[in-house]
């Protein structure tokens, strides 16, 4: 599940576990960067609005490892018991805001994680597609904002406008859905597109 922030990925994260649990599947849901300890160490670093002066590259190297870790960890392991995992942002996530948003190329960035992930690919990618300003406000009214949050809006708007290029790019995997429709819409909409490309 990948967007901006404030899109309402988590919600959304919440309502698919249920619907594939009352499929008989079990669920593993993991969060980037985080998900084992070493993944949630690393994000209050990446995370810490006191760490202004991270440079970009650093920044990239960071989210790659707490993703290598997840994978190795949690992602990996979950596959192999036949459990499907749902994850709060992943690879797309750094080709935009690393990639795209911070200028270090969407090339560099997939070749980067290309180490983190091994042979561990998204079958779907759900982009809940939602503008910076909105997005960004949703966060305000939520809570303090956390360094990435805290960016400009320039950069944010080139982190959404990367999500759309990337949806435009890899029409097979990546799967817009407008964030500003009612939940219950997006959730149906979600659903038909997992019953289409898994169940049918």
Do not use: W
């Amino acid at each position: 599940m990948e967007g901006p922030d404030g899109s309402g990925k988590t919600t959304q994260i919440e309502l698919l576990e249920t619907y594939l649990e009352n499929k008989g599947y079990d669920i593993v849901i993991a969060r980037e960067p985080g998900g084992t300890v070493i993944g949630e160490a690393v994000r209050e670093i990446i995370l810490n609005p006191e760490y202004q002066e991270m440079s970009h590259m650093t920044e990239l190297l960071l989210y790659a490892a707490a993703r290598a870790q997840l994978v190795n960890q949690v992602i990996r392991p979950a596959l192999a018991e036949g459990k499907a995992v749902i994850c709060d942002r992943f690879v797309e996530s750094s080709a935009v805001y690393q990639g795209i948003g911070r200028g270090l190329g969407v090339d560099t960035v997939y070749e980067v994680n290309n180490y983190a992930l091994g042979d561990v690919k998204p079958q779907l990618t759900i982009f809940m597609d939602l503008d910076a300003e909105d997005g960004i406000r949703r966060k305000k009214d939520q809570a303090e904002l956390d360094r990435m949050e805290l960016e400009d809006m320039s950069f944010h708007k080139r982190v959404v406008e990367g999500y759309r290029h990337l949806a435009q790019l890899y029409p097979e995997r990546i799967v817009p859905i407008d964030a500003t429709l009612p939940i219950d819409t997006i959730h149906s909409m979600l659903v038909k597109e997992v019953e289409r490309r898994f169940f049918s």
